[in-house]
């Protein structure tokens, strides 16, 4: 089984998960840039941060042969405090670099009118860009918060192929399905979604623009919950070649667009070979 996380927070996880992702097939993700539980108070915890996703963060990926890329962007929950708002400004610097596959994550968190600007700004960023766009979709007010995330992808003009809305489950994705946006999926240990669940979701609305994550952050987690899905969905009677679309060819697609995906051996390796942290032993 391959699989290509399209949104985990590697960032908040240790070596050991990394060990294990490589194990069970994990050889691709995607790192969307997000709120970190403590809140920012400059912009420079956010550059701080972008440039760890950019650079550390690939290298230790590359230690166990997996392809780390990221999204970048100023989170919703964020958008809500005038100082971190300025990080703004500096995301078209990030936004041009290599390994940069989306605008992400972005949306809605309490749906403030604040969160409206920020997300609107962002969008523009993407299509300037000609990037995806990777939209959060807020954990309360589910409904709501699609239905209004919709508006707001139609009113920018971004085309909807590229643009995914992501933490769906079974009420949302009937709003989201007609829509043209990829559909992404958290798949969680015990709260939202299980994968059980997603096999049932797959079963009722196919495996078209459907993308499967574990979403793996600080809070209760596992990043082995892409595998976990597709041992579900061969339980359920869906052949190899559907678990490969879904947690393979799927992300691949959308995150493709960006032009930017670089799935061969990876040269972050040899950037960070000679840094003084690694000749240090640490
Ligand atoms: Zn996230």
Same mark, same amino acid.
């Given at each position: ?5 399209? +949104?985990? +927070? ?44 950019? =650079? ?94 919709? =508006?707001?992808?139609?009113?920018? =003009? ?8 992501? +933490? ?90 960006? =032009? ?23």
């Amino acid at each position: 089984m391959r699989i290509f996380d399209p +949104h985990i +927070h590697m960032t908040s996880r240790t070596t050991d998960d990394y060990e294990r992702m490589a194990a069970a097939g994990v050889t691709a993700l995607v790192e969307p840039a997000f709120w970190l539980g403590q809140p920012r108070t400059t912009v420079g915890s956010f550059t701080d941060y972008f440039d760890a996703l950019i =650079g550390w963060e690939p290298f230790r990926a590359s230690q166990y042969g997996i392809a780390h890329h990221c999204t970048i962007a100023l989170n919703p929950k964020e958008a809500n405090d005038p100082r971190c708002v300025e990080v703004l400004a500096e995301l078209p610097r990030y936004l041009a670099k290599d390994r940069v596959v989306a605008v992400g994550e972005i949306g809605y968190d309490s749906m403030t009118p604040a969160e409206d600007e920020a997300f609107a700004a962002q969008l523009a960023l993407a299509v300037e860009h000609e990037l995806p766009a990777l939209v959060h979709t807020p954990h309360r007010d589910k409904l709501l918060g699609a239905r209004r995330s919709l =508006g707001v992808v139609k009113e920018s =003009g971004i085309d909807p192929g590229f643009v995914t809305l992501d +933490h769906l489950n079974e009420v949302t994705v009937p709003e989201v399905i007609g829509s043209g946006c990829w559909m992404g999926f958290s798949i969680y240990p015990d709260t939202k979604m299980t994968p059980d669940r997603m096999v049932s979701i797959l079963r009722e609305f196919g495996l078209e623009r459907m993308l499967v994550n574990s979403a793996a952050d600080w809070g209760k987690s596992d990043p082995l919950l892409t595998a976990r899905t597709g041992e579900a969905m061969l339980a359920a009677g869906f052949s190899d070649d559907d678990v490969d679309r879904v947690l393979w060819r799927n992300p691949v697609e959308f995150y493709g667009q960006s =032009g930017r995906l670089d799935l061969g051996s990876s040269d972050v390796e040899a950037t960070f070979a000679g840094n003084s942290i690694l000749r240090g032993g640490s």
